[in-house]
T-cell receptor, first 113, second 114 residues
Framework: DSGVTQTPKHLITATGQRVTLRCSPRSGDLSVYWYQQSLDQGLQFLIQYYNGEERAKGNILERFSAQQFPDLHSELNLSSLELGDSALYFC????????????FGNGTRLTVT | AQTVTQSQPEMSVQEAETVTLSCTYDTSENNYYLFWYKQPPSRQMILVIRQEAYKQQNATENRFSVNFQKAAKSFSLKISDSQLGDTAMYFCAFMETSGSRLTFGEGTQLTVNP
């Protein structure tokens, strides 16, 4: 168990809808990352937060947004969903915003129908 | 931008034997970190081993070891005494020292046969 908690585990929704994925980092970790893993592909970095502030942004679509709250949990909001957004979304956390190994949650599997 | 390449989409090995997974990367950085992550059928991402580029000694974690060739930008993973539980997708990943963003390779699906 990595200590990173993601909810829900599975999510099925229709095109055009909006969903929110939630992540609680390991105790003591201040940095949170979101990654997207499409079918049979590697992980693509979406966005990083450190202590509530956005630190780095990757290939995140404008339809997607995220935030980290004062209690350090993070939410990834996906709107105007398309079939291609179906993927496994991972949250990871680390102690520092750099040079720290990432510990991953079990992911949220999103299916858009 | 950094890139990570895993040229072996699939590999198989017999139980108790040794297997080596290949990874190459491209960067202009001098200091960085390299990782191997394991993703079993449960889809969880599990950190296997970590190597710091400024350390010449190859990292080792029990049955897992790496062969880090900095000049060649190569970072292979050796699994000794393979076990059925080692069956998983293995991802090589790069992290620059100025940040914690991981750049992943495409993955190698390893199957350990009984």
């Amino acid at each position: 168990d990595s200590g990173v908690t993601q909810t829900p585990k599975h999510l099925i929704t229709a095109t055009g809808q909006r969903v929110t994925l939630r992540c609680s980092p390991r105790s003591g970790d201040l940095s949170v990352y979101w990654y997207q893993q499409s079918l049979d592909q590697g992980l693509q970095f979406l966005i990083q937060y450190y202590n509530g502030e956005e630190r780095a942004k990757g290939n995140i679509l404008e339809r997607f947004s995220a935030q980290q709250f004062p209690d350090l949990h993070s939410e990834l909001n996906l709107s105007s969903l398309e079939l291609g957004d179906s993927a496994l979304y991972f949250c990871a956390s680390s102690v520092e915003p750099y040079n720290s190994p990432l510990h991953f949650g079990n992911g949220t599997r999103l299916t858009v129908t | 931008a950094q890139t990570v390449t895993q040229s072996q989409p699939e590999m198989s090995v017999q139980e108790a034997e040794t297997v080596t997974l290949s990874c190459t990367y491209d960067t202009s950085e001098n200091n960085y970190y390299l990782f191997w992550y394991k993703q079993p059928p449960s889809r969880q991402m599990i950190l296997v081993i970590r190597q710091e580029a400024y350390k010449q000694q190859n990292a080792t974690e029990n049955r897992f070891s790496v062969n880090f060739q900095k000049a060649a930008k190569s970072f292979s993973l050796k699994i000794s005494d393979s076990q059925l539980g080692d069956t998983a997708m293995y991802f090589c990943a790069f992290m620059e020292t100025s940040g914690s963003r991981l750049t992943f390779g495409e993955g190698t699906q390893l199957t350990v046969n009984p």
